[in-house]
């Protein structure tokens, strides 16, 4: 079955794109607004660009062709923190998907906690395991027809971890519980890990 894309609609191609590309890890980025508010919210189209100058990518699409809170907070702020979202917090998590205003925290309506960051002057999430704080690098605008999506390339500038997640520099499997995001309404804990070995 061969598929051309440009004959299906957004809504059919983004049930296909986020069902077939999976697991996704989830990105849940605090930023902040002009006058100081915390927005929070998660976004799947997200992963490490590169380690050398370490830097990662997050895609927010446009609503009605405004920008969303995050993109805006992060474009006019030029920083941000990234949480990896684990099993134990995902529920809060999902629920700062709401519809809120751009001057109404969705933190205010989970129970999770603002800790200081380091080298940015947004604060990250107390209970999330793994931060990484991050000044925007550049902005990327994509149009399509009536649709837009910011890809935002940030900086990782400071990396917060807890104690005795880290291993031999890496973030021990044992340890780590991060939540992926399928399609639909699914989301995946971690399975059966195993090793491999390139070749030479």
């Not at 794109?17 to 100081?36: E, H, Q």
């Not at 929070?40 to 699409?61: D, M, R, T």
């Not at 603002?114 to 931060?131: F, H, K, Y």
């Not at 890990?193 to 390139?198: A, G, I, K, N, S």
Request: hydrophobic content about 40%; proline content about 6%; glycine content about 6%.
């Amino acid at each position: 079955m061969r598929i051309d894309p440009t004959e299906w609609t957004k809504t059919e191609r983004y049930r296909f794109l986020t069902s077939a590309v999976t697991p996704r890890p989830i990105a849940f980025v605090t930023t902040v607004t002009k006058n100081g508010t915390v927005n929070a919210a998660p976004f799947s189209y997200f992963n490490v660009v590169s380690a050398e100058p370490p830097l990662l990518s997050i895609s927010v699409g446009r609503k009605e062709g405004a920008m969303k809170d995050t993109a805006r907070n992060i474009t006019e702020s030029g920083e941000f923190v990234v949480q990896l979202a684990e099993a134990d917090m995902i529920q809060a998590v999902n629920d700062t998907s709401m519809n809120a205003g751009p001057e109404e925290s969705e933190l205010r309506h989970v129970p999770l906690n603002t800790a200081d960051s380091q080298a940015v002057n947004v604060p990250g999430i107390l209970e999330a395991r793994v931060r990484l704080e991050c000044k925007l690098e550049k902005h990327l605008i994509f149009e399509e027809g009536a649709s837009a999506t910011d890809l935002l390339i940030g900086r990782i500038v400071s990396i917060y971890t807890e104690d005795g997640l880290l291993k031999e520099g890496m973030v021990s499997p044992d340890e780590w519980k991060p939540v992926a995001r399928l399609g639909g309404k699914k989301y995946a804990e971690i399975g059966r890990v195993f090793e491999l070995e390139r070749p030479q």
